[in-house]
C-alpha cells in the first residue's frame, strides 16, 4: 500500500510539473539568457602554471656547517616540508611582495585607501592565485589574469620567491662567504708569518733546524753561548715555524672547503627543481561559460519544480 501511495505522489508531481512545462521552460530559458549575457561581460582569463619540488627542510638545515655543506640532490620532500612550503606561499608576506611588484591594487582597479581595501584586495588576489600540493611532492602555482603575460610573469616571481626563500634556509651562499672570509684570514696571518720569517733569517741568519745533526747541534750551542740575543731570535722562529705548519693544514682544509662549496653551487644552481616553467597561455581558462550557463538551467529547473510543487500543496490546503 505504501508503494502503491508513493508511485501515486510521483505520478501526480510528475502531472503537475507537465501541467507547469511551459512555465517551467520559460523560466530556463530565462535564466540561460541571463547567464549568457552575464558570462558575456566577464573578461577571459589566462591562466599560468608554475610547477617544482621543493627540498627538503632537515638537508638543507645543515648545509651551512662543515660537515654538511654540499646539496645532494632533488629527493622527494615529506608532507611537512610540503605544508610548510605552501603555508610560506600562502602567507601575507609573499602575498604583499607580489602585491607591491606588480602594483596589484591598481591592477585590479582598487583604492588602497578605501574602506574593507585590504578584504577586498584578499578576495580578489586569492581568487586569482592558487597554491596547492599536486602528486609526487609537487607543488602547483596558478595564476589567472586577464593578460597572459601577466600571469606568466606573477607565476615566474612566485619561483623567485621560493628560490630565494630556500636559500636563506639553507645559507649555502653565507656559507661560502663565512670560508672565503676564513680563508683570507689565514692567508694574511700566513703571510704576516712568512715576512717575519724572511726578516729574521735575512738579518740574523736564524733557521730553525730539527733533526739536523749532531754537526748543526754543536753550531747552534755555540750561537747561543757567544751571542745572547741568538736564543730569543732562535726561539721566534723556532715557533713562527711551528706555527706555519699549523696554519698550512688549516688553509688547505679551507681551500678544499670552498672548491666543495663552489663546485655544489655550480652542480645545483637552484635548490628547487621546476618541472613546470610559466609561459604565456594562448586559450582562456576561465570563465567556463558553457558550464555556467548549463548550472544556470539546471539550478532554474530544480528551483521552478520545487516553486511548482510548494505553490500547488499551498493551494490545495
Not at 68 to 74: L, P
Not at 177 to 196: F, G, N, P
Not at 220 to 241: C, G, I, T, W
Request: net charge negative; with cysteine.
Amino acid at each position: 500500500m505504501k508503494d502503491s501511495s508513493v508511485e501515486y505522489d510521483v505520478r501526480f508531481g510528475i502531472a503537475k510539473l507537465w501541467k507547469w512545462k511551459w512555465w517551467i521552460f520559460g523560466a530556463c530559458v530565462v535564466a540561460a539568457v541571463v547567464s549568457i549575457y552575464l558570462t558575456s561581460r566577464m573578461p577571459d582569463e589566462f591562466k599560468s602554471t608554475a610547477a617544482f619540488v621543493p627540498p627538503s627542510y632537515t638537508s638543507l638545515g645543515t648545509m651551512v656547517f662543515g660537515n654538511g655543506i654540499a646539496y645532494r640532490g632533488f629527493y622527494a620532500a615529506d608532507e611537512e616540508d610540503i605544508d610548510r612550503t605552501v603555508a610560506y606561499l600562502e602567507s601575507t608576506e609573499v602575498m604583499d611582495t607580489i602585491a607591491k611588484r606588480f602594483d596589484l591594487y591598481a591592477h585590479y582597479g582598487l583604492d588602497p585607501g578605501a574602506e574593507n581595501a585590504a578584504k577586498k584586495f584578499y578576495n580578489v588576489f586569492r581568487g586569482n592565485i592558487n597554491i596547492s600540493f599536486a602528486s609526487n611532492s609537487v607543488v602547483e602555482v596558478e595564476c589567472w589574469d586577464p593578460d597572459p603575460q601577466f600571469s606568466s610573469d606573477m607565476a615566474s616571481a612566485y619561483l623567485e620567491i621560493v628560490t630565494t626563500y630556500f636559500e636563506d634556509v639553507s645559507q649555502r651562499k653565507e656559507g661560502l662567504a663565512a670560508s672565503y672570509r676564513q680563508l683570507q684570514t689565514v692567508e694574511d696571518e700566513r703571510k704576516a708569518i712568512l715576512d717575519s720569517l724572511a726578516y729574521f733569517r735575512s738579518q740574523y741568519g736564524v733557521y730553525h733546524l730539527d733533526n739536523a745533526g749532531e754537526a748543526v747541534s754543536a753550531i747552534l750551542a755555540q750561537s747561543m753561548r757567544n751571542e745572547p740575543k741568538f736564543h730569543e731570535y732562535y726561539d721566534a722562529v723556532k715557533s713562527m715555524e711551528t706555527y706555519i705548519s699549523t696554519l698550512e693544514l688549516r688553509y688547505g682544509d679551507l681551500k678544499r672547503e670552498v672548491m666543495a662549496r663552489e663546485l655544489n653551487i655550480e652542480q645545483f644552481p637552484s635548490l628547487i627543481w621546476v618541472t613546470e616553467e610559466p609561459a604565456p597561455s594562448a586559450f582562456k581558462d576561465r570563465p567556463k561559460r558553457s558550464i555556467i550557463v548549463i548550472l544556470a538551467v539546471l539550478g532554474m529547473i530544480v528551483f521552478s519544480s520545487f516553486l511548482v510543487i510548494v505553490l500547488d500543496r499551498a493551494k490545495a490546503v
